[in-house]
């Protein structure tokens, strides 16, 4: 079974991972909800979505391939992957990733993804979880932005979901066939704020930075221009001003 409809759930990730650990779960499976009760993103933070407006889902994927050290090409497959969808409705040029794996239109965020790996004896599965605006009229962050608001029109949940889990297929099969560095180079081409100075704050403070890259793991390289010296930073250990 490709697609698993569910009408209301605490979190489409949590749906996956208890298949996974049932050993329920084929490749490919993607699971979706109208309503997510306990959504969340990275780091446990609260993802918001109106129940029946917006895509809820998560895709389930077997990566035995991949070792566990260089798991966040998940990451960049799921990032790419959502790229891709939202540049079926709206023009590239507006759109950016933002490390680790949100997606920006015009630096307001559309899209969310949680990444979540099941490790035994190497990654026996892997869950990405996608939250991604599409019908909702209001948020209660003015960061947060959906298709409806940016093109004034509604969209047919039921054919999204195909278009974004043939998305995410398409760039999990490059990782597949071995195209890892095509893949880094693709997602660095669409980072936000890639060599271009801004502030940040980290758990020194506040300070003016350029982001260079990533290293293997997925840590951020930033530049700080004060110091001249570059350091390397993980989920939560720098903050985006």
């Not at 996956?16 to 979706?32: F, P």
């Not at 566990?68 to 891709?84: H, K, N, T």
């Amino acid at each position: 079974m490709s697609y698993i409809y569910l009408p209301e759930c605490r979190s489409t990730n949590s749906e996956a991972l208890r298949l996974i650990e049932q050993q329920e779960a084929k490749e490919g499976t993607y699971i979706y909800t109208d309503c997510q009760t306990a959504g969340r993103g990275q780091m446990n933070t609260h993802w918001e979505a109106a129940p029946g407006l917006n895509i809820t889902a998560s895709l389930i994927l077997h990566p035995s391939f991949l070792p566990p050290a260089r798991q966040f090409m998940l990451s960049i497959v799921a990032a790419l992957g959502v790229y891709d969808f939202a540049a079926l409705y709206l023009p590239a040029e507006t759109l950016a990733i933002k490390w680790a794996n949100d997606l920006l239109y015009r630096e307001r965020k559309l899209s969310g993804i949680l990444v979540q790996c099941v490790l035994q004896q190497g990654i026996k599965a892997a869950v990405v979880g996608v939250g991604f605006n599409v019908n909702q009229a209001h948020f209660e962050t003015p960061r947060a932005v959906s298709l409806h608001q940016i093109t004034g029109r509604f969209y047919r949940l039921e054919d999204l979901h195909s278009q974004l889990r043939r998305c995410l297929l398409n760039r999990y099969e490059q990782l597949r066939n071995g195209e890892s560095e095509q893949l880094v180079q693709s997602y660095l081409r669409r980072l936000w704020r890639l060599h271009q100075p801004a502030p940040y704050r980290d758990k020194q403070g506040i300070f003016e930075g350029v982001i260079r890259g990533i290293d293997p793991y997925g840590r951020l390289i930033v530049e700080h221009k004060e110091k001249a010296q570059s350091r390397l930073y993980d989920i939560k250990e720098i903050e985006f001003l």
